[in-house]
């Protein structure tokens, strides 16, 4: 049975560092329901449980490449949620680039300017999930997609749609792959519900999420095509950013359906 | 100068527990924010700060009707926040009963049933504010609206609209006052594109919510009018309560305006 010490969990643990997923081109998912996904989606190396975990997740570890027994020390190693349920997956990263997503003409992606909480990035891209989008862009100096809370937070959600990582400049690309690219913004000169009476949310849509403690930067609320606000009817001052995106990319999914 | 010992600061503190602030009546703001809401509100008896806190917000200090300069100590044995910023408000309770909430028609009202996540429930608070809802109402064996998380992530849309703190037969009440009463289900047999489309939303509304562990108690999704679903267009197998919250009570909006 592996220990913290065991080569292969010293190695492992260490991709809870950025640095070494990137160079590694491998992550951690932990849990269940993740590695249920991650197996779905062909991406497991090696699966590591407890012996309690694995028994409990029988079905799971039937269909690992590769299963190892691990203690309940090594397992709290290799995570660093505070009741780990027993799994984790070593996995291949699945970001895809973006011009394997453009050409597939997407009718709805999501853009995470800069977004660097890794629970609003991992909700945002559940929530764009569920609406159908395409495709999820971490933009810029954006969170790691592969970061163990925005995973958590994602809830499945990277293994079901295309995620890429790009730069800012990303933008233009979008644009001239024939999608309209809408900005979020509190201050935008439209609001979604107008847009969405004026059909003009049917057409291919990119929307621009930046962080809620800076919102989008200003180069690309400027080269954005449109500046959209969803419209505070009370006393709010503005609404969270899992929420706001919720509205825009359920709207698009209306007209879009 | 008040420290950690100084009665008021020891009175002060033990409204971080909920039998306390029950008992009291009282609740404690913290933060620029919410103090300010809470000022517009009328409903500050004392605002504790320090030195600094207090210079960086004088606009706030002066509308306060009694200041108290307080240690970093003292400050701190009053926030449960890692970087508290210097300034926390001693306030009157907001909560009003159903029965005025209900005299005055409202169109639209969020239930939060047995939700006990207090980042949940500020969250859904704040979104509708944001949507322009009359009213939320906890319900059963739901978080404390006072709870210090619920009062930070509500963002100051505690003292926006009228706030209700009820048992689950609220939804009696609703109902007998001409709410059509809505449980929000991931198996619900209607969906909220289609409730829109029909012209079912423009009617007077009580949303219902659960947590996201649990769901709705059965009773409740028994007893609503309808259970709707967010539809779901990717592979997630649902959406976090504040997305799914935020497209069900903006659908409404969107009918009501």
């Known amino acids: 049975m592996f220990t913290p010490r065991t080569p292969r969990i010293v190695t492992a643990r260490r991709l809870q560092r950025r640095k070494d997923r990137d160079q590694a081109r491998r992550f951690l998912a932990e849990g269940p329901q993740a590695v249920r996904e991650a197996l779905a989606a062909g991406v497991v190396l090696e699966l590591f449980g407890t012996p309690a975990g694995l028994e409990r997740h029988a079905d799971l570890a039937a269909q690992a490449p590769e299963v190892s027994p691990v203690t309940d020390e090594a397992l709290a190693a290799l995570t660093d949620t505070v009741h780990p349920q027993g799994l984790v997956a070593l996995c291949e990263q699945v970001d895809v680039p973006i011009g394997e997503v453009l050409a597939k003409q997407p009718k709805l992606i999501a853009v995470l300017a800069e977004i660097r909480d890794p629970g609003n990035a991992g909700t945002v891209l559940r929530t764009a999930d569920a609406a159908g989008a395409d495709a999820v862009i971490f933009a810029g100096d954006a969170v790691d997609p592969y970061n163990g809370k925005c995973v958590r ?91 706001a995106a919720a509205v825009c990319l359920y709207s698009s999914a209306r007209a879009q359906r």
């Open 153 to 243: 937070a994602s809830a499945g959600s990277l293994f079901h749609l295309d995620v890429v990582r790009a730069s800012l400049d990303v933008l233009d690309l979008l644009q001239n792959s024939g999608l309209q690219v809408l900005a979020t913004s509190g201050t935008g000169e439209d609001d979604v519900d107008s847009l969405l009476d004026g059909g003009l949310l049917a057409a291919p849509t990119a929307w621009l999420f930046g962080s809620e403690a800076h919102g989008l930067p200003g180069e690309l609320i400027a080269a954005a095509d449109r500046r959209v606000r969803v419209p505070i009817y009370g006393g709010a001052e503005s609404l969270n950013l899992a929420a």
